[in-house]
């Protein structure tokens, strides 16, 4: 039974994952264009999934947005929550 929840659990966390990146990837290529339009083609935006463990072993995972002011330079940047961004 619970390893039933649990997987349940997954399949829901996949679907809300799968939506947020849905409505962020076309969200981000209009930034990044907007970046380009204004010369400031350095300037980098890009989703990420992070995964957080819990102390019961339940994992979360979380869509949030990576700002690269160098796009080369992938170690200096901020992470942006997706509700922020």
Known sequence: MKSQM?????I?????IDA???EAIPK???????????????Y???PEITTEVLP?????SRVVIKVY???NNKEVGATLPFNIF
């Open 6 to 10: 649990l997987e349940q659990e997954k």
């Open 12 to 16: 829901h966390q996949f679907k809300e």
């Open 20 to 22: 947020r990146l849905q």
């Open 28 to 42: 981000i290529a209009e930034v990044n264009n907007i970046c380009q339009e204004l010369n400031r083609e350095p």
């Open 44 to 46: 980098h935006y890009e």
């Open 56 to 60: 019961d072993g339940r994992k979360i």
């Open 69 to 71: 002011p160098d796009k």
